[in-house]
């Protein structure tokens, strides 16, 4: 298979905090991971793209002081919503692509950020 | 011009008939094509991708790619209620980003 975790599948948390994200790839090694931000009823919005020992590579828009990603190993990249506020909840979903294979992305179950 | 345009619904089929799902995409260096199914809440699942042109078969699953035409679509025989869902089309041009189209919403009457 192809399973990737999140945690936490939810966090709520006051405005001003950060909050980490982590996503894993249990079954494979990932070269690149995504972060993904979606709003209900909206479509996915890719935030930026990390490679393992690289620096990410954010999309235009994305504040990277704000949207700290960290790709540690093949199986572990981390997001840190830093100085969080009520406009950053939202549903927080990575992905990760497979080093042997083709560009198929296997997505993260989510994670639901809501900041009070 | 959207870089991957899909309808966004809704398609409402009935129980039991074919749902035909359909995705054109701008770029013609495009290489690899998926299709992705949401459920509302949930995050995307994979559940087909192709390389060649023609169709692809899995279970009540089809995908049909015509890079001429830029063209990619799925087909879902048999169709459930628990098909519906939105279903994301998206496609890689052979880089480290895939371009994931706005998703078509299906409904499937019991």
């Known amino acids: 298979g192809a399973v990737v975790s999140q945690h936490p599948s939810w966090v709520i948390c006051k405005s001003g905090t950060s909050v980490k994200i982590e996503c894993r790839s249990l079954d494979f090694q990932a070269t690149t991971m995504f972060w993904y931000r979606q709003f209900p009823k909206q479509s996915l919005m890719l935030m930026a793209t990390?490679?393992?020992?690289?620096?990410?590579?954010?999309e235009q828009g994305v504040e990277k002081d704000k949207f700290l990603i960290n790709h540690a190993s093949l199986t572990l990249s981390t997001l840190t919503v830093t100085s969080a506020h009520p406009e950053d909840s939202s549903f927080y979903i990575c992905?990760?692509?497979?080093?042997?294979?083709?560009?198929?992305?296997?997505f993260g179950p989510g994670t639901r950020l809501t900041v009070t | 011009q959207k870089e991957v345009e899909q309808n966004s619904g809704p398609l409402s089929v009935p129980e039991g008939a074919i749902a035909s799902l359909n995705c054109t995409y701008s770029?013609?260096?495009?290489?690899?094509f998926f299709w992705y199914r949401q459920y509302s809440g949930k995050s995307p699942e994979l559940i087909m991708f192709?390389?060649?042109?023609g169709d692809k078969e899995d279970g009540r699953f089809t995908a049909q790619l015509n890079k001429a035409s830029q063209y990619v679509s799925l087909l879902i025989r048999d169709s459930q209620p628990s098909d519906s869902a939105t279903y994301l089309c998206a496609v890689n041009r052979g880089g480290f980003k895939t371009i994931f189209g706005a998703g078509t919403r299906l409904f499937v009457k019991a």
């Open positions: 192709i390389y060649s042109n």
């Open positions: 770029d013609r260096g495009s290489q690899s």
């Open positions: 992905s990760a692509r497979r080093a042997s294979q083709g560009f198929e992305q296997y």
């Open positions: 990390s490679n393992e020992g690289s620096k990410a590579t954010y």
